[in-house]
């Protein structure tokens, strides 16, 4: 395909001549609202192509309704709602949600929750509510203009799900004119799924993994301020050296190592896990030192990459005092992609910190707990 190497990263601006398999994705709701509970949006996406397609439910894509940061709302005067939803393992609740999600392990799953499958002119509808996802209170009523973010990018997934690619949609309607009256206070406020304890297996799963999160974030420290933004490991994750951009990270990472998850609260078995199968856990990034961990947490190695460890610094590194990381790209290949194109954007995203922080090194020497990385806590 012509614009495959950088689908992720391309804008919705981008033409590349369609080839044989093709999305289209549009947008869609009433003219007018009257009071914010009210404020719904319908995207439908569109198999235009002439192949069937096998689409992945990532938390960020248009196929997913949880409230995820997927739209641009800006009224007449320029002024945006505040967001309040979720990022990225998935979730949602009054709080920034961010979740770590893995497309190329989330392919691999049987459960149908994961997929989307069109065959060639076959149309799905999402609603999506965006009370739950914004706070319209500063931004007031009046006139919006809706627009699906530009990175409006599919994972498609191939046969069963030994191959992963990403498929931008097109966009046919990609904005939505609609005038808000009323109140700007839903009436029904999500509650937040963090009621469920952990049981004592999980617990332990947990703590197993906490003293390898703790040496991951002491050794990506140790090597930043050994080799700077010099680094072959630097390179790979956070992209061409800048000065500038070295402190950005060199200040997460610091901010992290204050960090006691010995005293973190970790919360299992919440409703949002058994919806959204694949997601390993989610925090909401101003509630610090609450992590939301699902089922593919524990079914993870304890250390390595997409390990519970690594999960942990991930998760950790969203918390607004942590430097508030965002989920512009998911995995390693997709994640080196957005620093070689986009360093800006990958000192920001909270996978190139997981995988940097994986593979530092705290004396030039590879460390021990990179060798738990195939032991995985069962009950």
């Known amino acids: 395909m012509l614009c495959s190497a950088l689908l992720l990263l391309a804008t919705a601006s981008a033409h590349c001549a369609l080839a044989a398999p093709g999305l289209l994705l549009q947008v869609s709701g009433p003219s007018a609202v009257h009071n914010v509970d009210n404020f719904k949006i319908i995207t439908t996406v569109t198999n235009i192509g002439d192949e069937s397609l096998k689409l992945l ?70 609603e999506h509510d965006l009370s739950l996802a914004y706070d319209f209170a500063a931004s007031g009523p009046g006139s919006y203009v809706v627009n699906v973010k530009s990175l409006n990018t599919f994972y498609r997934v191939f046969g069963s799900g030994s191959h992963v690619s990403a498929l931008l949609a097109q966009s046919g309607l990609p904005t939505h004119a609609v005038n808000v009256t009323g109140s700007l ?98 925090v909401y990034p101003n509630d610090f030192g609450k992590v939301h961990v699902c089922d593919q947490f524990f079914r993870s190695p304890v250390g390595g990459t997409d390990s519970r460890a690594s999960t942990i610094v991930h998760e950790s590194s969203h918390f607004t005092r942590n430097g508030g990381t965002e989920d512009h790209a998911y995995g390693t290949t997709l994640t080196q992609d957005l620093a070689r194109n986009y360093p800006q954007l990958a000192v920001m995203n909270a996978d190139n910190h997981e995988y940097f922080s994986v593979h530092a090194k705290a004396d030039g020497f590879g460390e021990a707990p990179v060798l738990l990385a195939q032991t995985y806590f069962a009950k």
Request: one cysteine or more; proline letters at 8%.
């Open 185 to 282: 206070i839903p009436n029904k406020r999500m509650l937040r799924p963090d009621t469920e304890d952990c049981e004592d297996w999980q617990t332990r799963g947990v703590h197993g993994a906490i003293p390898i999160a703790e040496k991951y974030i002491a050794n990506a420290l140790a090597e930043l301020s050994r080799e700077g933004s010099q680094g072959d490991n630097y390179k790979r994750w956070f992209g061409a050296p800048s000065e500038h951009r070295l402190s950005t990270v060199i200040s997460h990472f610091e901010a992290l190592t204050g960090n006691n998850f010995s005293e973190f609260t970790f919360i299992c078995n919440t409703p949002y896990c058994a919806r959204t199968p694949g997601v390993y856990a989610y």
């Open 57 to 126: 439910n990532d938390p960020h894509s248009p196929l997913s309704d949880l409230p995820t940061d997927l739209f641009d709302i800006v009224n007449v005067n320029g002024t945006s709602p505040d967001f309040i939803g979720i990022e990225a393992l998935y979730a949602l609740t009054i709080d920034d949600f961010q979740v770590k999600y893995v497309p190329h392990l989330a392919a691999t799953m049987s459960d149908p929750l994961v997929f989307t499958r069109l065959v060639p002119g076959q149309s799905v509808e999402v």
